[in-house]
Nanobody
Framework: QVQLVESGGDSVQAGGSLRLSCKAS??????????MGWFRQAPGKEREGIAA???????THADAVKGRFTIPKDNAEKTLYLQMNNLKPEDAAMYYC??????????????????WGPGTQVSVSS
């Protein structure tokens, strides 16, 4: 049984920063075998992949967030982060953390992920 819990969502002004956290209820050894990713979904829009890190530590970022978001991971704390800088109004969405113990070929293919958190809301005003 794997639980993912996101936190850190807030309401901020455009240009501001936020750090989201995703803590996993697994051992450190298990956590290190995961491929993980951050997804977001705004009302009326499709879910989109934002950033991902595979089981080897290789990361991928969506074009919309390249240069602004990073995806640090703390294995000791079994926590994945999403550092968001220079936030834009179009970044407003519910943000979800996802993980899987299987190999992921395409980092933003949501259906490949086994576990999902309940989400944390990010609002951005101008």
């Amino acid at each position: 049984q794997v639980q993912l819990v996101e936190s850190g969502g807030d309401s901020v002004q455009a240009g501001g920063s936020l750090r989201l956290s995703c803590k996993a209820s697994v051992t450190q050894a298990t956590f290190m075998t995961f491929s993980m990713g951050w997804f977001r979904q705004a009302p009326g829009k499709e879910r989109e992949g934002i950033a991902a890190i595979d089981h080897r530590g290789s990361s991928t970022h969506a074009d919309a967030v390249k240069g602004r978001f990073t995806i640090p991971k703390d294995n000791a704390e079994k926590t994945l982060y999403l550092q968001m800088n220079n936030l834009k109004p179009e970044d407003a969405a519910m943000y979800y953390c996802a993980a899987t113990g299987t190999v992921v070929v395409w980092p933003f293919k949501g259906t490949d992920y086994q576990y999902w958190g309940p989400g944390t809301q990010v609002s951005v005003s101008s």
